[in-house]
């Protein structure tokens, strides 16, 4: 990517602030409407150009068709809050990266999620520490998971029981109540089982 004109840059630099915000990448008519330009025909120039500088990605046959190139990061990504519905390693839930290396776990970690709240505090994994985790759609009963049901995510110990469709998440805090999980009824997912924890530092 090299010699931007200053209005390339500037429209770059709206798609990726536009996208740090939302989690998508603008349409036509709100780039032209940011920058001024009488009709989306113009901006869809402007993003031609970027994108035979590879600066950007067209996707035909979609208003918000524009990607950003995947940037390579050293070591683990820190996973903060997880938007609703969104997959877990989705751009906009990573918060930071970690230069620990993936295979210091066993098995090899995959991210590292920062924990919210203090339900699983008995076993040490407090409020704003790192879990680091091994992502995976299968756990064993008494596994530590990142799960998600329906919409949400959450860190808790995994417990089967004898009936198939019906599952438990226990938590580690005598505060907390068990979640009861009927697969019938509720969409789940297992999104990786912890592997570690890292504290950080006050």
């Known amino acids: 990517m090299i010699n931007l004109t200053p209005r390339q840059a500037e429209i770059l630099a709206y798609i ?3 996208q740090q915000e939302t989690g998508f990448p603008p349409t036509r008519s709100e780039i ?3 920058m001024g330009f009488k009709s989306p025909n113009a901006a869809e120039e402007h993003l031609r150009a970027l994108e035979k500088k590879q600066a950007i990605q067209m996707i035909p046959g979609t208003s918000r068709g524009i ?5 390579e990061h050293a070591g683990l990504p820190i996973i903060g809050q997880v938007a609703a519905g969104s997959p877990i390693l989705a751009i906009e839930s990573i918060d930071d990266y970690c230069d620990i290396p993936a295979d210091f776990f066993r098995p090899r970690a995959d991210f590292l999620l920062t924990v919210k709240g203090n339900s699983m505090i008995k076993i040490g994994i407090n409020d704003g520490d790192l879990l680091a985790v091994h992502k995976t759609t299968d756990a064993d009963s008494g596994d530590i998971v990142v799960a998600r049901i329906d919409e949400d995510v959450t860190v808790k110990r995994l417990l089967k029981g004898r009936n198939k469709f019906k599952l438990q998440l226990i938590a580690e805090n005598d505060d907390f109540a068990p979640i009861e999980v009927d697969l019938r009824y509720q969409q789940f997912t297992i999104e990786g089982i912890s592997v570690g924890i890292i504290r950080r530092g006050l």
């Open 16 to 18: 990726k602030d536009y």
């Open 32 to 34: 032209a409407k940011k």
């Open 67 to 71: 990607r950003l190139p995947a940037v």
